[in-house]
Antibody, heavy 120, light 107 residues
Framework: EVQLVQSGAEVKKPGESLRISCKTSGYRFTDYWIAWVRQMPGKGLEWMGIIYPGDSDTRYNPSFQGQVTISVDKSINTAYLQWSSLKASDTAIYYC?????????????WGRGTLVTVSS | SQDLTQPPSVSVSPGQTATITCSGDALPKQYAYWYQQKPGQAPVLVIYNDSKRPSGIPERFSGSSSGTTVTLTISGVQAEDEADYYCQSADTSESYVFGAGTRVTVL
């Protein structure tokens, strides 16, 4: 079965670091880009960035550049989103989604989301 | 940068037609895509390339494009269609944008 399985909910304090994951299965990892999308409480979808697992080519939304790091581990077909110093405003649901290489720029499969809560 | 503008809400009675617009200056040059998001769930693609429907999406969902505006139409709305709908587009430099979303309420 083709799926994107995201890591579980996290509760962190401001200033702490965090890495969340998106483990893919059921397809060739290098046939798709993986994107991360933020959804703050009660708000809409925001594209954060996207990575191509084949060569780790990464593009960021300027609003998130320098605030987060997107990476992959090809050996375990997993993408990551990480923060070095969380803020309360990072509280949100984070989705990973895939976009087929050499195809139109839409996301055909999404993970179920990881809820990150940052509170002192 | 590209912005996409959607109405915040649309209300429709069961069996009627819901029309959701998405406007953006780049849309004549870029395809638009539509996602449905129900409460507590991840988004689901319902329209791609302005007007194509993925397999498994009911025929009552359709899309169209005219100039700087794309439109998602839900014909014969059902209670299960109550959700938030987002348009999305992207440019060739892998820069993506979502509209702010439209909440469809089935009266």
């Amino acid at each position: 079965e083709v799926q994107l399985v995201q890591s579980g909910a996290e509760v962190k304090k401001p200033g702490e670091s965090l890495r969340i994951s998106c483990k893919t299965s059921g397809y060739r990892f290098t046939d798709y880009w993986i994107a991360w999308v933020r959804q703050m409480p009660g708000k809409g979808l925001e594209w954060m960035g996207i990575i191509y697992p084949g060569d780790s080519d990464t593009r960021y939304n300027p609003s998130f550049q320098g605030q987060v790091t997107i990476s992959v581990d090809k050996s375990i077909n997993t993408a990551y989103l990480q923060w070095s110093s969380l803020k309360a405003s990072d509280t949100a649901i984070y989705y990973c989604a895939r976009r087929k290489l050499e195809a139109y720029r839409y996301f055909d499969l999404w993970g179920r989301g990881t809820l990150v809560t940052v509170s002192s | 940068s590209q912005d996409l503008t959607q109405p915040p809400s649309v209300s429709v009675s069961p069996g009627q037609t819901a029309t959701i617009t998405c406007s953006g200056d780049a849309l004549p040059k870029q395809y638009a895509y539509w996602y449905q998001q129900k409460p507590g769930q991840a988004p689901v693609l319902v329209i791609y390339n302005d007007s194509k429907r993925p397999s498994g999406i009911p025929e009552r969902f359709s899309g169209s494009s005219s100039g700087t505006t794309v439109t998602l139409t839900i014909s014969g709305v059902q209670a299960e269609d109550e959700a938030d709908y987002y348009c999305q587009s992207a440019d060739t430099s892998e820069s993506y944008v979502f509209g702010a979303g439209t909440r469809v309420t089935v009266l």
